[in-house]
């Protein structure tokens, strides 16, 4: 039974790397280069916030492998077995990935509150500003790319565009349809327009670098502060704790989208997540 279900994922085609899965790539391996630096800079100056950003670039490793292989795979042809393709398997990719990041954020915020509460060791101010300006730029710039790449990259779910001419058929013309026409044609409607142009995954690798980002700012303005005020160490784990909030929230910009899709939702009557417009 099992080898009824996966025979035809080994064999559905060649595995090659789609267009919008290459700035996942991309960010990936930065992201992977940046958890190295930025793990070393936090254990040598005893920061939280900057540990922090380095387990969020670890688990964004993580996520961005799942969001390729979901990309790549979601673009494979159908088959005699999955007679639709495999577009859906961009919301399975999705939904790990963003129950990953709700586990880093609960890991951040549990260890920012017990730094807080129970230590009060001394903060490398220098490195952590160092670290903390070098993250911001490296946050920046795949936010960067990240949005540029969104507007040439497409979800292998069918676009509603192709169905958009549904919703101007008048008076008239539907009453020449037949009862099942009808019925097929607002079935059509209602099951593609739910659908977005724009990849899912690629949105939630957006949402999480804009996460990223907020955090980096966090620890560079506490760097700062603490260049100035060296007695202020609490503003390290709060730092931790404002990139653990981050992480935790920036998914539900696009919980409004995954459930869109899962529910067959009517994509004229949702709005697009202001948190993902606004970058």
């Known amino acids: 039974m099992v080898t009824e279900h996966i025979l035809p994922l080994l064999t559905a085609t060649t ?38 950003e380095a387990m969020n670039l670890m688990v964004d490793v993580l996520t961005y492998a799942v969001s390729v292989a979901a990309v ?20 399975i990719g999705a939904i790990v990935t963003i129950m990953m990041n709700w586990g ?75 009862q099942t026409q009808q019925a097929s044609a607002n079935k059509t409607l209602t099951s593609r327009s739910a659908t977005s142009d724009e990849n899912i995954n690629v949105k939630v690798a957006i949402v999480n670098t804009t996460a990223d980002f907020i955090g980096s700012l966090a620890v560079f303005t506490a760097a700062l502060v603490l260049l100035v005020k060296p007695e202020w160490t609490v503003l390290d784990p709060v730092s931790g704790f404002v990139a653990g909030m981050a992480t935790f929230l920036a998914p539900f910009t696009v919980v409004e989208q995954y459930f869109g899709v899962i529910m067959e939702g009517n994509k004229f009557g949702r709005r697009e997540p202001y948190f993902v417009n606004y970058f």
């Open 15 to 52: 595995i090659t790397i789609t267009p919008a899965a290459i700035p996942l790539v991309q960010a990936g391996l930065v992201s992977f280069l940046f958890f190295a630096i930025e793990l070393t800079a936090g254990w040598w100056s005893g920061s939280v916030g900057i540990l922090s």
């Open 104 to 178: 880093l954020a609960f890991g951040l915020l549990s260890e920012s509150i017990y730094v807080f509460q129970n230590e009060k060791a001394t903060v490398d101010a220098q490195i952590m500003i160092t670290a903390g300006s070098i993250s911001l730029c490296r946050s920046a710039w795949m936010l960067y790319v990240l949005r540029k790449s969104s507007a040439h990259s497409s979800s292998p779910l069918p676009p509603s565009s192709q169905y958009a001419h549904l919703t101007n058929i008048d008076d008239d013309d539907s009453a020449k349809l037949n």
């Open 72 to 91: 790549t795979v979601g673009a494979w042809k159908a088959n005699q077995y999955y007679t639709f393709g495999y577009g859906r398997i961009e919301l």
